[in-house]
């Protein structure tokens, strides 16, 4: 059932132009930034063939083309998740969920798996242009899968940010602003951070900074403290999300 | 004969902050029948129906559907519903076909079944002709029959239908009506409306709910012979005094209209034309006329609604 919603939503997203329109620009900027890196690795090349040690083609290249991309996600996710449930609540097409034998829990459940399914796509696609190095030598297999790892979990806790924004509202517009806000506050907190002087709330808030847990998987470090982070993360925003649809049922 | 309950309702109240959309109304429907539910804007129509449906939870009250209680086992209790609400809930940007297939699926209809399931809602609907189109290229009246292909595809017990003849034309009401009839024939249909004929034409039973009260629940016949006579207009040549007329049995009021003509309001139950002719032979009163008074919906509405609104000002006062 929660498959049936999934494959709906992600049609619905392919039936609308901005979809398509977000696949495109997000490919086009990430396809300049890459080729702008890997220009850098070559005129590099040499000095890198001298030092021991030296950082692979996918460290030097892969790591930069990731964090844009996971900068851009943050001002493109808004965009897509914005009609999750506004849209249906504006167009009153909830009430065909509501009366279907479905419980509320597969109905969000369904909608962010669609949408998660075209953000994997997208980052999938993306990861075509590394794989592409391949033609010309070896690349760190263990590194990219980890980096694009990394940026699904990414990804998958903004969708959940914005699911839960857009059940909030019937304005898909005021979904997405308030989702990207959200965003960039939670990319940004550990700024913030670095200047109080108390450790503990130091810790606090870098430890909720989407920024330093990403990082720290894309460089290649496997930790579950991170991996942790982004599911709780993602399940928080999900049974909230729950919660709200359901309220719209119940006394107020 | 005896009929199994398929919808039964019990103390069902639903408050909007301080106002009381729905209070405390209960009813119950049998298979194969077709419950009209009038009243007018405002009345709670809508609201009962939407907690019918799930789609409001109710302050207090139960509902099982086909013997299932719609709290305690949601899935159940809806997979017996089909709901168009008022304005039928469409996606679009897909084709009728695509459309019909996700809410089969929806609706947990086997894979296999679906395809045949769509089949057969798009027929009973008369979508046929449009099953490639786009919904948001339909015009209303088609879009409305989409709404309805969606509510049965499942072919559920209990159809409940908010205003289903909205923005249709003439032929597409009357087929619309046909197939409530047809509907109410294995399903049980429950349709409000604002078309008081419709009523008389496509329900058995009539509620009337106002105010978020139920006023008014009765079979269409019942309602007919409440429509037929209960006043006479009569003439004479020679007119005889109002105390005359009033000593006929079942008369309940004499009034004086133009002429030599007079309106005589009578009991339901008794009715004095024979009596009435009777004395007018006898007595030389010379009758020139006498029609029965028929009532038309319209007026039973206004009645029952209107000393509903009377009795709570007399109660306030």
């Not at chain 2, 015009?139 to 003849?165: C, M, N, Y």
Request: with cysteine.
């Amino acid at each position: 059932m929660v498959l049936v919603l999934a494959q709906r939503e992600l049609r619905s997203l392919f039936l609308s132009p901005l979809a398509w329109s977000v696949l495109a620009v997000v490919q086009l900027i990430l396809a300049y930034l890459f080729l702008a890196t890997l220009n850098e690795y070559f005129t590099l090349q040499p000095q890198l063939q001298v030092l021991d040690n030296a950082p692979g083609v996918t460290e030097i290249v892969v790591g930069p083309l990731y964090g844009s991309a996971a900068f851009i996600f943050m001002m493109v996710v808004p965009l897509l998740t914005m009609r999750l449930v506004s849209d249906e609540r504006r167009n009153r097409t909830l009430p065909l969920l509501f009366a279907a034998p479905v419980s509320m829990s597969e109905t969000i459940v369904g909608k962010y798996l669609g949408v998660v399914a075209f953000l994997a796509l997208m980052t999938l696609i993306i990861t075509l242009m590394p794989l592409s190095i391949l033609i010309a030598g070896p690349i760190d297999f263990g590194l990219l899968a980890l980096v694009a790892l990394a940026l699904v979990l990414l990804v998958a806790s903004f969708a959940a940010v914005g699911l839960f924004m857009s059940t909030l509202t019937v304005q898909p517009t005021v979904a997405a602003v308030s989702t990207f806000g959200v965003l960039l506050l939670l990319w940004i907190i550990d700024w913030a951070g670095a200047r109080v002087e108390d450790p503990a709330a130091t810790g606090l808030l870098t430890y909720l900074s989407m920024l330093r847990h990403f990082e720290a998987l894309a460089k290649g470090l496997f930790s579950t403290t991170h991996v942790t982070y982004f599911i709780l993360f993602i399940s928080v925003f999900i049974v909230l999300s729950i919660r709200r649809l359901d309220g719209d049922r119940l006394q107020r | 004969m005896t009929q199994d309950t398929l919808v039964s309702v019990e103390h069902l109240t639903r408050h909007y902050g301080p106002l009381t959309a729905v209070d405390n109304i209960a009813f119950e429907l049998a298979r194969g029948e077709v419950l009209g539910f009038l009243g007018p804007n405002g009345a709670g129509k809508s609201t009962t129906m939407q907690m019918l449906t799930g789609n409001l939870a109710p302050s207090a009250g139960r509902i099982s559907i086909c013997g299932l209680d719609l709290l305690d086992s949601p899935k159940a209790a809806k997979a017996q519903i089909g709901y168009l609400p008022e304005q039928p809930p469409l996606y679009l940007e897909f084709t009728v076909d695509e459309y019909l297939r996700f809410c089969a699926r929806l609706n947990r209809i086997a894979n296999d079944q679906v395809t045949q399931a769509v089949e057969r809602a798009r027929e009973r609907c008369g979508l046929q002709q449009v099953g490639n189109r786009l919904i948001g290229n339909l015009s209303k009246g088609f879009r409305q029959r989409v709404g309805i292909a969606q509510a049965i595809i499942h072919s559920p017990s209990v159809v409940i239908l908010d205003e289903p003849t909205v923005g249709l034309d003439p032929i597409q009401i009357r087929e619309i009506r046909a197939l409530i009839r047809e509907l109410g024939t294995e399903h049980s249909v429950i349709l409000s409306t604002h078309i008081l004929p419709e009523v008389q034409m496509t329900c058995d039973r009539v509620q009337i709910i106002n105010r978020g009260k139920l006023v008014f629940s009765d079979s269409v016949q019942h309602l007919s012979q409440r429509m037929e006579s209960s006043s006479l207009v009569v003439g004479f040549r020679n007119p005889p005094s109002g105390d005359a007329l009033g000593a006929l049995p079942g008369v309940t009021a004499v009034e004086a209209l133009s002429g030599q003509r007079l309106r005589i309001s009578h009991s339901v139950d008794q009715d004095p034309t024979d009596a009435l002719v009777e004395h007018a032979v006898n007595s030389g009163w010379q009758l020139t006329e006498l029609t029965p008074e028929y009532k038309t919906l319209e007026q039973i509405f206004v009645d029952i609604t209107a000393t509903e609104y009377e009795t709570e000002a007399g109660e306030a006062a």
